[in-house]
C-alpha cells in the first residue's frame, strides 16, 4: 500500500514538472516567434501563445517546480482579477495624460504581433522576473538582513531595477523612466495585496493596453 501511494505521488509530482516544462517552453518559444520579421512565424506565435496561455492559467497554483516556486504564480478571484484589470486601466489612463502634458511619446510599437508581446507575452515574462523572483529575493533579504517586513523598501528597490532595466531604451527620458518607476511599484503592491503574481500581470497587461488604445483612437502618438 505505502509502494503504491509512493508510485502515485511520483507521477504526480512528473506531471507538475511536465506542466513547469511547457510553461517555460511555450512562453519563451511564442516570445521569440512573435519578435521574427517573417509573418509565418509571427502566425506561429500566435498559436503558441494561444497555448501557453491554456497552459498558464489552469496552472496557478500548481507550479512549484523548476524555480517557478519562487514567482507566486497563485489562483486569484474574480474580485481581485477586476480590481487587477481596473488599477491597469487606471495607470495606463493617468501616464496618457502625462504624456499628454507633456508631450511625451508612448512608445507603442505598430504591428499585431508586438500588441501581443505587449499586453500577453511580455507582462508575464517581466512579472515573473522582477515581482515573482526579484521581489521574492527581495523579501527573503530584507527580513533576514533587516529584521522586518514592511514590505514597501523590497518593493520600491524591485522598481528601481525594472527602470533601469527599461532606461536602454532609445530617446528614454526621464519622465518616461519616472512612470515605469511608478507602475513598477503599483506591480508590486499589487502582486502582494493580491498574494499572486497573476494579478501583476494582469496590472501591466491592461496598462499597455490602456496605452495601445489611446493611440489607436489617436488621443496620443
Given amino acids: ?21 511547457l510553461f517555460w517552453t511555450l512562453l519563451l518559444a511564442a516570445f521569440q516567434s512573435l519578435e521574427a520579421a517573417e509573418t509565418r ?16 492559467i489552469p ?15 497563485n489562483p486569484i478571484e474574480l474580485r481581485a482579477v477586476a ?11 493617468t501616464v496618457v495624460l502625462v504624456a499628454l502634458r507633456c508631450h511625451q511619446t508612448l512608445g507603442t510599437e505598430r504591428g499585431w504581433n508586438q500588441v501581443i ?13 522582477f515581482r515573482g523572483y526579484l521581489l521574492t529575493a527581495a523579501l527573503q533579504l530584507e527580513r533576514r538582513v533587516f529584521k522586518t517586513k514592511r514590505n514597501w523598501p523590497s ?7 525594472f527602470m533601469f532595466c527599461h532606461s536602454g531604451r532609445a530617446g528614454s527620458t526621464w519622465i518616461q523612466l519616472c512612470c515605469i518607476l511608478l507602475t513598477g511599484t503599483l506591480y508590486g503592491f499589487t502582486r502582494l495585496r493580491l498574494q499572486s503574481t497573476v494579478a501583476a500581470v ?3 497587461g491592461c496598462y499597455n493596453l490602456a496605452l495601445y488604445l489611446s493611440y489607436w483612437t489617436g488621443i496620443s502618438n
Fill in 202 to 204: 494582469l496590472a501591466h
Fill in 1 to 21: 500500500m505505502q509502494r503504491r501511494r509512493g508510485i502515485v505521488r511520483a507521477i504526480a509530482g512528473r506531471e507538475l514538472r511536465w506542466r513547469e516544462f
Fill in 117 to 129: 508581446l505587449a499586453v500577453l507575452l511580455g507582462p508575464v515574462v517581466e512579472e515573473v522576473v
Fill in 155 to 161: 518593493v520600491i528597490g524591485v522598481a528601481v531595477i
Fill in 83 to 93: 480590481v487587477s484589470l481596473a488599477t491597469g486601466f487606471l495607470a495606463g489612463g
Fill in 41 to 56: 512565424r509571427q502566425m506561429m506565435g500566435a498559436a503558441e501563445t494561444v497555448a501557453f496561455l491554456l497552459v498558464a
Fill in 59 to 73: 496552472s496557478a497554483g500548481k507550479l512549484d517546480g523548476l524555480g517557478l516556486e519562487f514567482t507566486n504564480w
